[in-house]
T-cell receptor
Framework: KNEVEQSPQNLTAQEGEFITINCSYS?????LHWLQQHPGGGIVSLFM???GKKKHGRLIATINIQEKHSSLHITASHPRDSAVYIC????????????FGEGTQLTVNP | GAVVSQHPSRVICKSGTSVKIECRSL??????MFWYRQFPKQSLMLMAT?????????EQGVEKDKFLINHASLTLSTLTVTSAHPEDSSFYIC???????????FGPGTRLTVT
């Protein structure tokens, strides 16, 4: 079992739909990161959180420490949101050394 | 937010040559930099962690003599792929962390193709 598991692996949505990507992890963590990787490879850090909820524009990230689960939500999705979304956790013991999920390929069709 | 740059963004080299990739933190002092590689349709794999002024810590299975990492200043780390072979073709990404924060800022990546 991977330390970090994401679901779904692939997600196709219509423009305007509400999207949820899930991340479950099995270790105690110091922080959880949500990253976005566009075709061409560059990675953008969307959120870093260790508790509760954060919101930035149409993106919302939540984390439940007891259940070891985080979700990334995109409201009013747009084709430009099409990318791979990656969950990564820093463990309690290794701090900023990250363990990555496999990523979720999101395609938003117009 | 903080900015991390990488240079070059793409490089093609011949088998047997060495290639240097630079990672710079543009607006903060990066006490720790991380180097990752990513194969197509796979997740990032940590290669090594470097702290300014000290030797890099390599992950198991990563050859330190093949992937030379230098972190000589608080804003620059370099990864040199020595005697490159086609199997070294990959996407190399750095990230940087400043101070005690757990936040990491990622560079845009370097696509290496070895012919």
């Amino acid at each position: 079992k991977n330390e970090v598991e994401q679901s779904p692996q692939n997600l196709t949505a219509q423009e305007g739909e509400f999207i949820t990507i899930n991340c479950s992890y099995s270790v105690g963590i110091s922080a959880l990161h949500w990253l976005q990787q566009h075709p061409g490879g560059g990675i953008v850090s969307l959120f870093m959180l260790s508790s509760g909820k954060k919101k930035h524009g149409r993106l919302i990230a939540t984390i439940n420490i007891q259940e070891k689960h985080s979700s990334l939500h995109i409201t009013a999705s747009h084709p430009r949101d099409s990318a791979v979304y990656i969950c990564a956790v820093g463990s309690e013991t290794s701090g900023s050394r990250l363990t990555f999920g496999e990523g979720t390929q999101l395609t938003v069709n117009p | 937010g903080a900015v991390v740059s990488q240079h070059p963004s793409r490089v093609i080299c011949k088998s047997g040559t060495s290639v240097k990739i630079e990672c710079r933190s543009l607006d903060f002092q990066a006490t720790t930099m991380f180097w990752y590689r990513q194969f197509p349709k796979q997740s990032l794999m940590l290669m090594a962690t470097s702290n300014e002024g000290s030797k890099a810590t390599y992950e198991q299975g990563v050859e330190k003599d093949k992937f030379l990492i230098n972190h000589a200043s608080l804003t620059l780390s370099t990864l040199t792929v020595t005697s490159a072979h086609p199997e070294d073709s990959s996407f190399y990404i750095c990230s940087a962390r400043g101070g005690e924060s757990y936040e990491q800022y990622f560079g845009p990546g370097t696509r290496l193709t070895v012919t």
